[in-house]
């Protein structure tokens, strides 16, 4: 996970898992529209999945 990445999460975490697929991106939206934090947390937990 590079820095670009942690930085795109903190400041709009469904662009920095636009590679992820559809499906991350819907997931980090909805997650980002009830709140900024866990939209963060689950654009973080994505990313650190990916090998």
């Known amino acids: 996970m590079s820095c670009l990445r942690v ?4 400041i709009f975490p469904p ?3 636009y590679d992820q697929g559809c ?4 997931i980090v939206f909805l997650l ?7 939209g963060i ?9 990916q090998k």
């Open 15 to 17: 662009l920095a898992v």
């Open 23 to 26: 499906g991350s991106i819907l």
């Open 32 to 38: 980002t529209c009830l709140g900024g934090i866990p």
């Open 41 to 49: 947390i689950g654009a973080l937990v994505i990313l650190n999945k």
């Open 7 to 10: 930085l795109l999460c903190i």
